[in-house]
Each structure stands twice: as C-alpha cells, then as structure tokens.
C-alpha cells in the first residue's frame, strides 16, 4: 500500500459512500456545499490531526497519532480498514 499517498487531508465524501464503504477525498477535491464535513490530516511523522464537526458547524480539532498496519489504518483508538487508496481517493470499510 503506498503510505505517501495517505500522507494528506482527507475529508468524508459521504455522499460517495455505500452501505459498506466510506469514501474520503483530499481537502482539495471540489466538494458539493455540505453543513459540515469530518476528515483527518495524516502527518509523515505520524501525527494524526483529526478534524470533527464542532456545534457551529466550524471544524473541531483534536492530535493524536495515526499508523498504518497491512490494510489496517488506526487513528487514535479507531480502526480502518483500507479497501482501495491512491492520492485522489481513499476507500475504507464501515465498521
């Protein structure tokens, strides 16, 4: 799996998502108007900055740390698991 293509902002694409698969593209992806979206960014030194939707529809940002094991992504104490990746779009399994 290419880490460097993870090493980025990602935010949800819900509108992308199935019933099983959750969708993310990059911060710089055109997104349709939404009234807030989740997303994390993935630092190389494995910082985590998770960016949440806060209670004005503002992002809410929390650190953590993130890695990457086989197929399994962890950020913080959540675990993804990566069905597809590459630098346009990250695909993960809904838990």
Same mark, same amino acid.
């Given at each position: 799996? &290419?880490?460097?293509?993870?090493?980025?902002?990602?935010?949800?694409?819900?509108?992308?998502?199935? /019933?099983?698969?959750?969708?993310?593209?990059?911060?710089?992806y @055109?997104?349709?108007?939404?009234?807030?979206? #989740?997303?994390?960014?993935l630092?190389?030194?494995?910082?985590? %900055? /998770?960016?949440? %939707?806060?209670?004005? /529809?503002?992002?809410? @940002?929390?650190?953590? #740390?993130?890695?990457?094991? /086989?197929? *399994?992504?962890?950020?913080? *104490?959540?675990?993804?698991?990566?069905?597809?990746? &590459?630098? *346009?779009?990250?695909?993960?399994? @809904?838990?």
């Amino acid at each position: 799996m &290419d880490v460097k293509a993870l090493r980025q902002h990602w935010v949800h694409s819900h509108e992308e998502d199935t /019933d099983t698969e959750m969708v993310f593209r990059p911060a710089t992806y @055109k997104f349709p108007p939404a009234r807030g979206r #989740k997303g994390f960014e993935l630092k190389p030194d494995g910082t985590l %900055i /998770d960016h949440g %939707i806060g209670p004005t /529809d503002r992002s809410a @940002k929390s650190k953590g #740390k993130w890695q990457l094991d /086989d197929d *399994e992504l962890r950020l913080g *104490e959540r675990a993804l698991k990566v069905v597809s990746l &590459d630098r *346009e779009r990250l695909v993960v399994r @809904k838990a």
